[in-house]
């Protein structure tokens, strides 16, 4: 099926505005432009016909209904944060950003839990429940990044490997349907076996099913000390091998990460981080927290043995906290480093973890027989690898008709490897392509079934995950 | 829409039999006993007409294209421990019994995951990752049920505290749609944002939506201590008060349980298992496991001091394995002993675990009013209560007369508390008229969309968690 919308005139603009305020409506040249893209670097803007900012989940029904009555698209926005086009308005219409639906309803102490509006920067939402000695422990790499974004894109990141990912913290929501009704779904608590879990259809669904106007999240206690220890590898082989021992220690780290040497050094000269030992080929970067400082050093000496065994270098454990915060940085900054940089792709790849240097392995050997360069950091403890084909040497023309080849290759071996198009950045637009590479036909049409039980005018994020 | 379904002629049962092979097909009249009922206390039986026991997902293919293009009815059934009439096959056809379906394809120590089929007993699946250290970590009352039964309620348990229910546990599934179309959804991986997740739809679907005929597990690692304390209260509410309390400490207990005075009585008339401290009015159960006996000593003192400062009796941390085993059975018999004891409803509602001693308050106010007796013990952790309506004193007939008025104020109660209809067990069939006590009417009609979007002609498990 395809489906046609119609774009807005003056007069729907007029009768828009009419049914939710002026003030909630834009049409600002300035404003058309910044919604018109996120932060993916090859995808191209498409300008909105008009911004709504709605103040509460009146506001959304009513737009909804509205949109669904003049067949117009909706594409539903956060922060604009993503990678992969998942908020840009292919079909023009209008961008529904969440933004000023920010606030915190309720911070529960003795549940951990927060109710909390989609337009919250990750960011607030942790300074709003740190001052209770709780945090939203999902830790992604831009926190400026709405709450109702991370559920969207089910956000994993670096904490993933004890706390699991966004999909694990979300109980409840508040979502509106694209008929303009709006449901509640879950609750204050982890167990429910109470029919069809519609919290867990909607999270990760890119806005493609319904609106989300309220979130249940669950939080976790901030412990006293957060420590790593820095590893370099003198093979990437040694360090993927050493990361299932690790995770068999009694203590979970909350996160273990992969980084290559290449992107070190590219960090290093976009942003002048330097760290130590950066001539080695691959670096484990371990992470964890806990009330007890001797409870860290034990389980620090027992990674430091595995590591060993597995011909580590080093173990650089930074005492002060300038220190720490320069190796968390140097991993925080990979994706600004490749914006720095020149042309290059993203690539959110997840394969089971033990495969994790086979697959960065084979990976490398596809770019080498096509003359390209490819670049591996990623969250090693959950198998979950971070690919960037990089222009390096070569026209930008060039290296953009050699990519779709190489994208192909590499998606093709994921699957290979009973991997996923997408561990943590959602499908969007520019992915879409990929997902039969890595899922079933079966599976597809089933989503696509689903998408219209949720939305059978298809007004909602149209031309996302998958084509109708 | 009422959906009519055929019942099996000597014909149809020729063309099944000649389709899948005559040993899979079963028509023996005890079989059709054994197979019309679960482990409810007030469900009447209903007979299939033919059981099925499929050897490998072709056969179940096969089936439910036979039955599509008959429009029979096909009740998938575990191990038949449920408690809400889940499997009776309350319109005859077909019971598609998974038990023949029991192997463990792989255990993959690196990523600490099992792919088993559905028809594995949670009791053999420990005792296969077992030998390699691991676990699955969600403890039910009844550990015979199957693991496709776990999946199909989304089994919660003792231990949910610290490792959440089966949904967090289940990774990808492979199913076979009522087309016969076989689908791979997931895989050996916890981070995925590539479509809809469609694992977790298919989890807790009561075998409504698709047949699961394989599943990757997330295992735990076994830990070399598991150690408990009894403790005691004068009232239930001091010993709900404490529990948030002893959440926020460093330490999650696996488990932590309530249970009041005249359950524990029951259990000890029922089994003959005696329990210290006995007269009080309500105890707490804390569970605990680590490497270190010296960290569980540290988190007993902590809990100590908590439930000191909130009135506890007493702080029993049995020494030997044979008193430990007492307390531990005691709670597991819980339900064995009301079905020893006589006539008795069940309920599982979950609220918001901090109002746990206020609901129970609440429904024992309603229970006099009607001059009836409910009993409550559960999972205080996650607030996840079970409630036993009981027959005391009076003819059964009577009782029943009066019990749906009981079921129906408690199930309000729990809605006005914000909490849902199941917390573990799932809605089967005896729980489906009180959803919408706890569901809006946007999620159920939703629901029945999913439904249809997966199940089209509705012959999967007809007539379970709500009427189409």
Redesign the interface.
Known sequence: MTQKYSRMTEVLIRELKSSIGEKSVSVKDHEIENYSHDESSLIEPCNPDVIVKPLNRNDVAAVLKFAGKHSIAVTPRGAGTGLNGGCVPLYGGIVLSMEKMNRVHEI??????ASVEPGLSLTQLNLDVGQY?LKFPVQIGDMSASIGGAVA????GMN?VKY??T??HVLGLEAV?SSG??????????????????T??I???EGT?AVVTGIILKLA?I?KYKELLFIPFTNLQDAVDAV?EI??L?TIPIGLELIERDIVKLVEKAFGIEVPYKDNEAFLIVITE???FDDILRFFSQVEDICRRHDAVEFFAPGDESAKKKILEMREKVYPAFQKTGPFAEI?T?????KVAQFIYDVKGIAARMDMSVLASG?AG???IHLHPLCVNEPKQEWLKKLPGLMDEIYRLCGSY??????????GLDKKRF?PM???R???E??K??????DPDAILNPGK??DL
Chains 1, 2 share one sequence.
């Not at 879950?186 to 109470?194: D, E, H, Q, Y």
């Not at 009973?418 to 499908?427: K, L, P, R, T």
């Open positions: 529960d102490t003795d549940n951990f839990m000695g894109t089910n956000a994993g993933a699991g990912v999909r694990h349907l009704e709006i449901i509640q779904t879950g609750g204050k608590f982890v167990k429910c076996s109470t029919g069809y879990d519609l867990q259809c999270v990760g669904s099913l206690r412990l299932p995770l068999k009694n806990n009330d007890s959110d997840v394969v089971p973890r033990s969250h959950d198998g979950n009973h991997g996923a198009v997408s561990g943590e950045h959602g499908i997902v890595t899922a079933d079966g599976s597809l089933l989503m079934k689903l998408k219209y039980a949720f995950i998958f």
